[in-house]
């Protein structure tokens, strides 16, 4: 599973040039998702390590990778909505607009900071000034 792992780092690292790497990115994405519901801590954490790389490389290939990322905005796990909206940032789509405003009430701290970065990062000043107004943590 360590192998996987680091082939979704280099896929991650490749999407900058090029979306040929989507549907390995997909796959490492579910496959990291399987190997995260693992019973075995060790599998788990490396299921957990191969869908964050997944996640990331999404990022990179900007507007392509969109719609793969939004559903993880309603993850259970709120480290994994976080991964989910620092993608969404790095990807700077308009599409991802009203998924991160609707971050920003998310019970993760990081994660309403990152919503805000990536508000500001898109142009909605609107929506980052939103964020800056409810800075408190829940």
């Known amino acids: 599973p360590w192998r996987q792992h680091n082939a979704a780092r280099l896929l991650a690292g490749l999407a900058k040039h090029t979306p040929g790497v989507l549907p390995a990115l997909r796959e490492a994405l579910a496959e990291g998702a399987l190997l ?30 969109v719609a793969d990322l939004l559903p993880l905005l309603d993850e259970p796990d709120e480290w994994d909505r976080h991964h989910a909206v620092v993608a969404l940032c790095k990807a700077r789509s308009p599409r991802a607009r009203e998924a991160l405003r609707g971050r920003l009430g998310d019970g993760c701290l990081a994660t309403r900071e990152a919503a805000a970065r990536g508000l500001g990062a898109i142009g909605d000043a609107e929506g980052a000034a939103l964020a800056m107004n409810d800075a408190e943590p829940r």
């Open 36 to 65: 995260a519901a693992d019973a075995d801590f060790e599998r788990a954490h490396i299921g957990r390590y191969l869908r964050r790389a997944a996640v990331e490389g999404l990022g990179e290939l900007g507007e392509t990778g």
